[in-house]
């Protein structure tokens, strides 16, 4: 057997070590800019995100952020100073930002119904995007981000919960390999008692000052109407600004279904009638029930820094709601097994789903 002697072997290390480090070490020119548009909650996350990414690939810069609101701006700033001990560049308006040859790519936080021509804007501009969902709440609005997408370059991705989660991808990989049988129906719900989306003397509402951002800007193609700071940040529950439960939780729900099943609406061949019996007899069928804590952007599931959200959630008990998560499988006459969390046997359903 060959051997390697000590004064070989640290001078293996000390040649990798040195191309890691210097890998980390590149000029300012090298290293990816990042900016974000809308500085808001979402944005917070997204900061969060790049902090944790940085553990692991630090070559890039938070370069700068933009947002409508003063307030909003300098938290941003102050908020990446912290992190990453480099003050961004601030900026109101997207198009100054943009203008800066020397970003490379954006990351999109801002209203819902701003997203779509945020992003067509971004593409345009030669920037590479990632944008939080959903897309846009208007079909007018989605063909339009579409269509500049697509005749650009640019490399682009929309946020969704749960599909960078080991644990979907996992149980993606038990459908595919046919284990199950034929999926038939996939049911999900979400357990939450508590004010959705307006939060009670929500001090940014109490803030918020006309003069301080550009209300007609915010806007963005919606109707003109008098300035309301709480429309302002609570967009989510205001039909002109957004698609409610569709393109809130639903998107999530549909996404994952989407993901597990290798399938996108319109798809006749997959929408099927069925009953989850209770019967020791059971058909050769497969029914997927997921059952959802509602906390906004983090997975319900245990799933390390691996997970899109970028971390664990916390448990039921922290959190006071409660969640749960099984895959109900019907396998073969007279067999009922089933894969639930923290190994634990799913109770059979007396609910006909369709």
Known sequence: METVSRREFL????????????????????RIQIGQIGCGHRASGHRKMLKMSAETDPNFDLRSVCD?????????????QRLFGKRPKTFQYSEEMLADPDLDA??????????????????????DCYCEKPLANTLEDAKLARAAVLASKQ???MGSQWLSCPYQHRVREIIRSGKLGKIV???????YNGPRWHIP???????????????????????????????YFEFRIFKDFSGGITDQWYSHASGLAHFYLDTFIPDPSRRTK??????????????ITRSFAAHEARSPLRVGKGARNGGSSPSPAASG???????????SPGRNRSFCRAGQKCRPSNRTTT
């Open 11 to 30: 001078a293996a290390g000390t040649l990798l070590l040195s191309a890691r480090s210097y890998s980390r070490i590149l000029g300012a020119n090298d």
């Open 68 to 80: 409508l609101w003063s307030v909003n701006r300098e938290r941003a700033a102050e908020d990446a």
């Open 106 to 127: 954006v990351m999109i936080g801002t209203g819902d119904h701003q997203h779509a021509r945020i992003l067509a804007e971004v593409v345009r501009a030669g920037k």
């Open 155 to 157: 490399v682009v991705q």
């Open 185 to 191: 129906s996939i049911s999900q719900s979400w357990n």
């Open 201 to 231: 003397r929500d001090e940014n509402v109490a803030a918020l000052r006309e003069r301080d951002t550009d209300w007609k800007r915010w806007l963005l193609g919606r109707p003109d109407r008098a300035f309301d700071p709480r429309i």
């Open 274 to 287: 069925c009953s989850i019996p209770t019967a020791p007899r059971l058909e050769t069928d497969t029914v």
């Open 321 to 331: 709601d409660r969640t749960s998560s099984s895959i109900c499988t019907q396998a």
